[in-house]
């Protein structure tokens, strides 16, 4: 039986053009006026679309907001891993294309920066859900660390650079670290040096 249509699109590719406009929309709502401005109502309003074709994807806000947020985390994690796999090895190249990588997707588009780093501060399950992707991040770093130092030790330094780069990115995209973007990346890229480097014997 053939797939019904509407207009020559597929009722399948209809629903999911819709879905994605939830997505965008709420990505931009987040990104560029906090999570409190992300309701059911609002989403709608702006997608242009009714409730009713809001709960065809979604069960509720939260379910919709916690989406969009894995949409932007994956986005990340798939922009450093495509900047660590098409870089040279040497370390510094690889460091810049990593924070270039970085950069150019929470800075050139800061919704999806303060989505991904200041807006799990200000909604609980945001916070949560930001804690459960870490690692996602922690073990893309630390497969990068060199060094005599056992897997706690590599762990820990992981989770100590993610930390500390996610901090300027978010104080850069708050106003609260007042430095030109030069400045910023050329200091996240020693960071990511100095973590990365073999000791000294």
Known sequence: ??????GGTRLADRRAARRQALLDTAEHLAGEEGCAAVTVRSVCRRARLTDRYFYESFAGRDELLLAAFERVA???????EEAVAVSAPEPEVRAR???????????????????LLLEPF?????????HRLMPVFTDLVGGQLAGTGDGVDRRMAA????GGLASLFAGWLHGTLDVPRERL???CV??????????ER
């Open 1 to 6: 039986m053939a797939e019904r249509s509407w």
């Open 74 to 80: 994956d986005e990340a994690r798939r922009a450093l």
């Open 97 to 115: 294309a990593a924070v270039a990588a970085f950069v150019a997707l929470v800075l050139d588009a800061p919704h999806k920066g303060r989505l």
């Open 122 to 130: 200000a909604d609980p399950a945001l916070g949560a859900h930001s």
């Open 159 to 162: 989770h100590a650079l993610v």
């Open 185 to 187: 990346e050329a200091h």
């Open 190 to 199: 020693q960071l990511v040096l100095a973590a990365t480097s073999p000791p």
